[in-house]
Nanobody
Framework: QVQLVESGGGLVQPGGSLRLSCTAS????????LGWFRQAPGKEREFVGA?????????HYADSVKGRFTISRDNAKNTVTLQMNRLNPEDTALYYC???????????????????WGQGTQVTVSS
């Protein structure tokens, strides 16, 4: 069983930055593919980005955040972070951290492969 706890959300002005963290407990962290998803009010949850585990460590991003958001993982600290730069109001959402094993590359953007989810942290971009 893996527990995920996100932190770092808050209110930021357009053009600003935030850094989200997700700390895991339980399981073998390095084996997991770690993903970030978000859900805006009235919308379905969507993929933001992910980093594969088990030594793969390849990074994948949604087109809407590519070049602005960066994922990093620290297996020694059981932590994955999401650095978000040049935020705009469309980035306002509840951000979730997720973990899963055995996720094939073609499914890395799908929620179904991620077995464990955090509670989410709110990000609001507004002036």
């Amino acid at each position: 069983q893996v527990q995920l706890v996100e932190s770092g959300g808050g209110l930021v002005q357009p053009g600003g930055s935030l850094r989200l963290s997700c700390t895991a407990s339980g399981g073998t962290f390095s084996r997991y593919t770690l993903g970030w998803f978000r859900q805006a009010p009235g919308k379905e949850r969507e993929f933001v980005g992910a980093v594969r585990g088990s030594g793969g460590n390849t990074y994948h991003y949604a087109d809407s955040v590519k070049g602005r958001f960066t994922i990093s993982r620290d297996n020694a600290k059981n932590t994955v972070t999401l650095q978000m730069n040049r935020l705009n109001p469309e980035d306002t959402a509840l951000y979730y951290c997720a973990a899963g094993q055995g996720i094939i590359l073609s499914q890395i953007r799908a929620e179904t492969g991620y077995r464990y989810w955090g509670q989410g942290t709110q990000v609001t971009v507004s002036s």
